[in-house]
Structures are given as C-alpha cells and as structure tokens.
C-alpha cells in the first residue's frame, strides 16, 4: 500500500463528483459520465493531456451554473489513489492560499500587488513587491509525468517561449522575475522541462536560468478524502538540462 503523501490543506472544493472520462470532445470540453449519465464538461487547461483524458478514467467534477454551456467543470484526475489537478484555475487558487499563508520560502517578505501585470508585449500572473521592489511571477502547469518528474509543455508553445524571453530582458536590466512551474501530480520529486515537445522553450529555459530568471517549482495534489487541494513541496528540484 503506498503511504500517505503528507502536505499542507490550501483550500477546498465544493460539491465535488466522481466521474468517468468518455470522450474529449475539443479542447475544452470532454464527455463524462456521472452517476451513471452522460454530462459534458468544460476543462481549463489547454494543453493536449493525451496521457490524462483517456476513455473510463476516473475523475472529479463538480456542476457549473446553469448558464454555462457545460453543465460540469472538469477539474482533476484520478492518480495513484490522490488526484492531479488540471484545472489551471484551481492551480492558480492553490498558489495564492500557499503564498498567502508564508508556504512559500522564496516568496518571504514580498507582497501582493496585482493580477495580470504587463511585461512588454505579454501579460504575466502576478506582481508582487520586496523591499520596494518589483517582483514578477508566472505560473506554468506541469501535469506531464516521466518517472519522478513532472514536465511542461506537453506541446509546442509560443506563449510561454514569449514569456521567457520577457522575462530575460526584465533581469538583465535588474529585475526580479520567477518562473514557477505547479507539478500538480501527486508523488512526484522534481520537475525538469519537455524538451521533445518544444525544444526552442527548452533552450530558452536554460539560457533564462543562466541570464537570472529564478525557475521554481511547487508540488500540489487533489485528495479525495476531504475534497481540498494540498500543498506537498513548496520549493521542489528543478532540473533543466544542457544541450
């Protein structure tokens, strides 16, 4: 029997349902049955999840309001009995509780400005503030799992390339900036970058890390039992390797 993964309760989610993956259906919806009906859920992560949206899997949800188009939000995975968490929304909420409550050892001492901050051409997830000065912060899902990593991307992606390199010229002039990527998988002991699936974010991740951009990466779960998102490692390995 696997031992329990200990962690930090972040916060809960309400009315949660078991589920079974029939379908996806685009990249936002998937088929599900529940309680024995079929219902059709919105998912919020927009990568390919190839590994995770596999027909009769178990999974949680909980119901939307009636005005939305899907009548479920699709937000986790079943995963070696505890839960990986897709939802970037719920990723994003699980981060905040954890700064919030000082759980995160490289965020001490900053505090929080604002959502959506505007870094050249790109907006990022948050500013905070240190000692007077600016700290930038952008999360990235890291869902994928090799062994005992958890990766990203699971596809090519531009936007996040953009990103790094914003960032790479916020520290060149000075500035503070984190790249935090949430391993939202349970039992996992490091993150380490896709390389087959973007290989120029690859090296752009490696180039950042050696130009100043702080890589970070935090370790959250779905534990069925009580319905709440944990929080196991607030500063896990980050492992990018060279050409």
Known sequence: ??????????????????????????????????????????????????????????????????????????FAIEEKGLGAVIDTWLQMKGFEAAQRRGLIP??????????????????????????????????KSAVLREGTFAMYPDCPTLRGQRHVEEMMRWVKRGGKAFLVFVAALPYVAGFRPNRKADPRLHRLLKKGENEGVEMKAVGIYFQPADSSLYLYDPDMDVVIPGP
């Not at 200990?6 to 996806?24: D, K, T, Y």
């Open 1 to 74: 029997m696997r031992e329990k993964l200990p962690g930090f309760p972040l916060l809960s989610v309400a009315n949660v349902l078991s589920c079974r993956i029939l379908e996806r259906v685009n990249r936002f919806v998937v088929n599900i049955e529940v309680k024995g009906k079929k219902g059709r859920a919105h998912i919020t992560n927009s990568g390919r999840l190839h590994e995770f949206l596999v027909r009769n899997r178990k999974g949680y949800c909980f119901e939307t309001p009636k005005t939305e188009k899907t009548a479920f939000r699709f």
């Open 106 to 139: 490289w965020l001490k001492g900053a505090d929080f400005i604002r959502r959506n901050p505007r870094m050249g051409s790109s907006l990022l997830d948050y500013l905070f503030e240190r000692e007077g000065n600016p700290v930038y912060v952008e999360l």
